[in-house]
């Protein structure tokens, strides 16, 4: 089987930063893309909040990003993956053109736009249902449309579509937008702009194409029909997580649960970016995420490399695990090596103030300790107070 | 894949012999981007048995209005100059592609 160091399931943003990050620590990076790189920002034309860029469609941002990864050499692979198998400790990550072994694998796989669930949604897609505006909004030249949805994406792709359509009306269910204010108020000023609020999308109604909505008001309950030829979904989002259901923890509809280094539920793998439990999704926090789930893998592939070498290879060997930033510890490291010195005895120094997952591992619940390895098994571990205790725990 | 055009399609839709699929794309719509080597890839393996062909929508907007399209990607399946079944959005994935050029075939 193909083995590689960090395997990155999407090149969005997110995917990206982190091949990266990953080829700038001195990994080994394979990147699994199933479509273009760049992720969603392909599929918008106005990108004004990625720091250092006022103004840039998203197909030209999508493209930087690329070629910023491939000119740290980063490796990418158009497959689609399949599915994860983690047992056994292992990360295997399975595609169409056979299976992979991972040291570390990060989960940037984003997320979609959620269908809306009217009659009519589905058989009326590429007929007047879409979900891109950068793909269909110039079908739309001086006809009247809706976009559904009150977020940021809704509003400034509200505002995009107004160059093609010659009205908007932008349909939501709560009383106010959940956007930033400079995308409300280049909504709100601009003519072509409707708004209809507290309101629900009950049907997508037509002969061929679409003809008109049928809407309800979730607060009076009053059916009313709205026409248009065409209908932009951008409410609520789903994560893309279908390859990897239940494999690692995660909330609502599949939003995957990661800590502040994007550790998810299981060891070695990280999930970054839009697909994440989060706040913000957005370019931005999608690259931050990316980052720190490289830097986070990368300690993480160096310290199993750690262990492997120094405590599982030999015969016998006794791991003291101190803090490298307390000073008595550091003192009582060195006099143990001191008194060992000259012994057949063999002794690791490993500081678990950097390398807390190795503590956890090892069951130490407190620091300083001695672990002692026989074949590459832990037979036993214990707190140590003095250099006195040392001795008679190897000895 | 044969590129489609107002003074083609009669041609090559709807009077060919063999199915047809065609492959309705814009240059800014990035998943039909994304879908073109995939789609390359099938027109060599039904080499012979279904004709593929491309038609770009944002210089032929009319010819694709006229076939009662208003989104990208969308994939029509011809057969004996007859729309017979088809493809759009979130539906046009590869695995749904090849199924239904199979079923052509
Ligand atoms: C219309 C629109 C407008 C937007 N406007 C803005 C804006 O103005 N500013 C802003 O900051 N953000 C904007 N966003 C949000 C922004 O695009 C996302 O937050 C960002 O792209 C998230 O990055 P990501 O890398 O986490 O995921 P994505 O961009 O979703 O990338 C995930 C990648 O993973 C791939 N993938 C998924 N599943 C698999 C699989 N099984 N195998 C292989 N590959 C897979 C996908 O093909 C995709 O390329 C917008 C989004 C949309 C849709």
């Known amino acids: ?395 | 894949m044969i590129e489609l055009n107002k003074d083609n399609f009669e041609e090559e839709v709807l009077k060919s012999d063999l199915p047809v699929l065609v492959d309705l794309w814009g240059p800014k719509c990035g998943p039909c981007l994304a879908l073109m080597p995939q789609v390359e890839d099938l027109s060599h393996e039904f080499e012979g048995k279904v004709k593929f062909c491309k038609l770009n929508v944002a210089e032929n907007r009319k010819l694709v209005i006229s076939l009662r399209v208003m989104g990208v990607p969308t994939f029509l399946f011809y057969k004996g100059g007859e729309i017979v079944d088809r493809l759009s959005g979130a539906e046009a994935v590869p695995d749904a592609i090849k199924a239904k050029v199979r079923d052509l075939a």
């Open chain 1, 1 to 395: 089987m193909e083995k590689r160091e960090l395997v990155i399931i999407g090149a969005g943003p997110a995917g990206l930063t982190s091949a990266i990050y990953g080829k700038r620590s001195g990994l080994d990076v394979l990147l699994l893309e199933k479509g273009i790189p760049g992720g969603q920002i392909n599929v918008t034309d106005e990108i004004e909040n990625w720091t250092g860029v006022i103004h840039a469609s998203g197909a030209e941002l999508a493209d930087s990003f690329r070629k910023h990864a491939e000119h740290f050499k980063a490796e990418f692979r158009d497959v689609e993956v399949r599915s994860i198998d983690l047992s056994n400790g292992r990360k295997i990550v399975k595609t169409d053109s056979g299976d992979i072994e991972a040291e570390a694998v990060i989960i940037a796989t984003g997320a979609s736009f959620k269908k809306l669930g009217a009659p009519g949604e589905g058989e009326f897609t590429g007929r007047g249902v879409s979900y891109c505006a950068v793909c269909d909004g110039a079908f739309f030249e001086d006809q009247e449309i809706a976009v559904i949805g009150g977020g940021n994406t809704a509003v400034e792709e509200a505002v995009y579509l107004t160059q093609f359509a010659s009205k908007v009306t932008i349909i939501h269910r709560r009383d106010s937008f959940r956007a930033d204010r400079v995308a409300i108020e280049r909504a709100m000023s601009n003519p072509r702009i409707d708004v209809i609020w507290n309101t629900v999308v009950e049907e997508i109604a037509g002969e061929d194409m679409v003809e008109k909505l049928v809407l309800k008001n979730v607060r009076t309950g009053d059916i009313t029909e709205l026409p248009v030829t065409g209908v932009f979904v951008f409410a609520g989002m789903d994560p893309n997580v279908s390859f990897m259901k239940g494999l690692v923890d995660s909330v609502g509809g599949g939003w995957i649960v990661t800590n502040e280094r994007m550790e998810t539920s299981v060891e070695g793998v990280f999930a970054a970016g839009d697909v994440r439990d989060k706040y913000l999704r957005q370019v931005i926090t999608a690259a931050g995420d990316g980052a720190t789930a490289a830097m986070a893998a990368s300690a993480y592939i160096s310290e199993q490399l750690h262990i492997q070498g120094l405590l599982l290879e030999p015969e016998h060997v006794t791991a003291f695990v101190f803090s490298s930033i307390d000073e008595p510890q550091a003192r009582l490291a060195s006099d143990i090596e001191k008194a060992l010195a000259g012994t057949d005895a063999r002794l690791v120094l490993l500081d678990g103030y950097r390398n807390k997952r190795i503590v956890e591992k090892l069951g130490i619940k407190e620091l300083p300790a001695l672990a002692e390895f026989k074949k590459g098994d832990l037979s036993r571990q214990q707190h140590i107070a003095s250099l006195d205790e040392a001795v008679k725990f190897i000895s």
